[in-house]
Each structure stands twice: as C-alpha cells, then as structure tokens.
C-alpha cells in the first residue's frame, strides 16, 4: 500500500516532465555555439572560421543555405530544427557584420531537408562557398 502512494507522488511529480525546454535562440547561441565562436561569433582565427562577414552571403544561396545547416555543429546540435531555424535567423540578424536586406528566414521544414545529409567536405565546401561570396559582395 505504500508503495502506491509513492508511485502516485512520483508521477503527479513527473507528471509536467517533458523533453528539455525550448531556449530562446540567444540562449541557445549561448549554450551550442559561443564557445567555439564567441559571444560576437568573430570564432578563434586559424580554428574555428568567423561567421560575421559569411552568414548573409551564405544564406542568400541554395548552397549555403544547405552548408549552414549541415555543418557539424548545427546539423547534430541536440536542436530541434524548429530551434536550429530560429537559431539561425537569429544569428544573420544578430552577429552579421552586414545586415541583409533581403534575407528568407530559415524553416523547420528546410533545416529538415538538409540536416540529415551529412557535410563530408566541411572545408572544401566552405572554401568554395567564400569564392561564391566573394563573387556575391563585388555585386553588391
């Protein structure tokens, strides 16, 4: 009999336990990506790359859309793709060092497109997709 009794409290106290609480994007900046790219997301010269000057050129191709959700860090961040959507546009509009002006905010529904194909040639894709921006900025 007792035992019931401490079953049932045990469970009127697990009863609101759900998955993890959802984080607003800055604070999820601060808990999957600061430490590696700071807090102003300049990243540590010659290990990991800066995201100010690269979010909005990225973002405004279909490559590097694709790159910024399969990097490592995003596409196996413990995120729901909801939060990594959110975490990104949150990023391009707080970290960029150019503000874009014309900027399709990432989707759960794209993140999942692309989050579960694995980047196999991170640096080599970055690489091309810096070329690519390069060409992006001299239009500009």
Not at 81 to 95: G, R, T
């Amino acid at each position: 009999m007792l035992w019931r009794t401490g079953a049932r409290l045990l469970a009127l106290l697990f009863a609101g336990v759900g998955p993890a609480a959802a984080y607003e994007p800055r604070i999820n900046y601060m808990l999957q990506c600061m430490g590696c790219h700071t807090p102003d997301g300049s990243g540590e010269p010659g290990r990991v790359p800066s995201v100010k000057t690269t979010l909005v050129p990225f973002a405004t191709s279909a490559a590097g859309r694709r790159y910024l959700v399969q990097v490592p860090g995003a596409s196996q961040s413990t995120l729901s793709d909801a939060e990594l959507a959110a975490l990104l546009n949150w990023m391009i509009e707080n970290l960029s060092a150019a503000k874009p002006d014309r900027f399709t905010h990432f989707t759960a529904a794209e993140v999942a497109s692309f989050r579960r194909t694995p980047l196999v040639e991170v640096r080599a894709t970055r690489e091309r997709l810096l070329r690519s921006s390069t060409q992006w900025s001299k239009e500009r």
